[in-house]
């Protein structure tokens, strides 16, 4: 008789995690046991962070610590309920208010966590008898509320304002249409071609999600990728994470008021789950008073992104088409990304290993992300490890002239 468990011997994923961990390459779920931001402990040894979506590098601002801890000394740790019941305090109406004005909508509603934000949106907003169109490259939260969701999901090729109208223009001219993309895509650090989707989605009646967990705080002066393009009022619904440069855990969604109510009535993972805590709903306050007052964090997280682009292309080290401070470092396959990401390591750089399926195959990457209070002594460092791992692995050209400091 079979056993629903069988498939823990035979999964792909575990297997090739196994023998990952069998030769001492294995990178995931393993723990810093220290972290300041910019740089990190990681099983003993200090390290620039270059894995992290610590966007403007408020997770140690005193300011936002502060604000955190206030609101655990005045609501303790948990709301213990839904937002629908008891689990609504004045701090989430506030941060509502307050994130709808910061990008330019009516209206939003905060969920705990990003993935909540897209799941429960979509999967509310995309019924029966309505298609979901979505970048191939999307967030797997973006999936999985289509999956969720009673409508049909199509796909459309990554950034390909043509792909997008084919798949358009062969539905129902009368079904409901949304358009899902990433205003920031998370791995390949390029920017969506909001301007042009936008105009596709308007000839054929469909309304326009974007996620922009990696564009808020980061495009369009902090505002966003909507703001980015001066398209804000031509997106219907803009989902934000506080996961990155928010500095704290949660997600939201903006939009018109009535979009937001409907949202707020309909979202299975906002309705049946508990809300965000408190001093994660302060810190996000705090955070977004220090990005409205104080757009020098912005700019140095560009500067920060600029100065390593340059510094990793002149290496001969391929970043795709990278735009943002998401710079991936493409290797090709699994083992070269594991022996880059130990190789890296071990001299004192953390970077996030991404392999397939979070790449299409042969397309394994590190991802490199970068902070606004990283230091130029931080990227210098982190310039020299790649260039030393790069040679020593053969993985880069040597340039003579690319010689960064040490
Ligand atoms: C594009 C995108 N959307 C949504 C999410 C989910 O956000 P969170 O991790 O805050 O739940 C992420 C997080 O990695 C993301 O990168």
């Known amino acids: ?11 792909e994923t575990i297997r090739r995690a196994k023998d990952a961990t069998d030769i001492g390459m294995y990178p995931y779920f393993r723990a810093l046991s220290h972290s300041e931001g910019v740089t990190a402990t990681f099983e ?13 590098g408020l997770t140690t601002d005193p300011r936002v610590r502060r604000a955190a801890i206030e609101a655990i000394e005045r609501y303790g740790t948990s709301v213990t309920g839904s937002r629908f019941l008891n689990g609504t305090l004045e701090l989430h109406l506030e941060l509502e208010r307050r994130l709808a004005k910061f ?19 979509i999967s509310a907003v995309v019924q029966k008898g309505d298609y979901v169109i979505v970048d191939k490259d999307d967030h797997a939260s973006i999936v999985d509320g ?13 950034n390909s304002v043509e792909s997008l109208e084919s798949v358009l223009s062969r539905l129902p001219a009368d079904a409901g249409k949304l358009v899902v993309v990433d205003g920031v895509y998370s791995m390949g650090g390029d920017i969506a071609p909001l301007p042009e989707l936008i105009e596709i989605c308007q000839k054929y009646g469909a309304r326009v999600m974007v996620d922009d967990a990696h564009g808020i705080g980061v495009t369009g002066n902090g505002r966003g990728t909507g703001e980015h393009f001066g398209k804000t009022d031509q997106v219907d619904l803009i ?39 408190a001093p994660n709903a302060a810190a996000v306050l705090a955070a977004l008073d220090i990005i409205e007052t104080e757009p020098q964090h912005v700019k140095n997280l560009w500067e920060n992104a600029e100065y390593m682009r340059a510094g990793l292309k002149g290496m001969g080290y391929n970043t795709g088409l990278s735009n943002t401070p998401i710079i991936p470092v493409i290797l090709g396959d699994d083992f070269r990304v594991g022996l880059a ?14 392999v397939p399926p979070g790449t299409p195959p042969g397309g394994g990457l590190l991802r490199t992300s970068y902070t606004a209070t990283h230091r130029k002594e931080h990227l210098d460092r982190a310039l020299h490890a790649f260039k030393t791992v790069g040679e020593r692995l053969d993985f880069i050209p040597i340039s003579p ?3 960064p400091a040490k």
Not at 44 to 56: C, P, R, W
Not at 108 to 119: K, L, W
């Open 1 to 11: 008789m079979a056993d629903l468990f069988d498939k823990i011997h035979t999964d």
């Open 146 to 158: 289509c999956t969720m969701s009673q409508g049909e999901m199509k796909r459309f090729r990554h």
């Open 103 to 121: 990008v330019g909508k009516e209206a939003a509603v905060v969920f705990s966590t990003g993935y909540q934000s897209n799941v429960g949106a």
């Open 341 to 354: 990401w130990n190789a890296l390591i071990e001299e004192g750089v953390y970077t996030n290993p991404v």
């Open 44 to 56: 003993g040894k200090e390290v620039v962070m270059l894995g992290s979506n610590n966007y403007l």
């Open 239 to 277: 989902m934000g994470t506080f996961s990155k440069s928010f500095a704290s855990i949660g997600g939201f969604i903006a939009g018109d008021a009535d979009i937001i109510y409907y949202i707020q009535h309909k979202a299975r993972s906002l309705i049946f789950s508990a809300a965000l805590p």
């Open 401 to 403: 002239e690319m010689t």
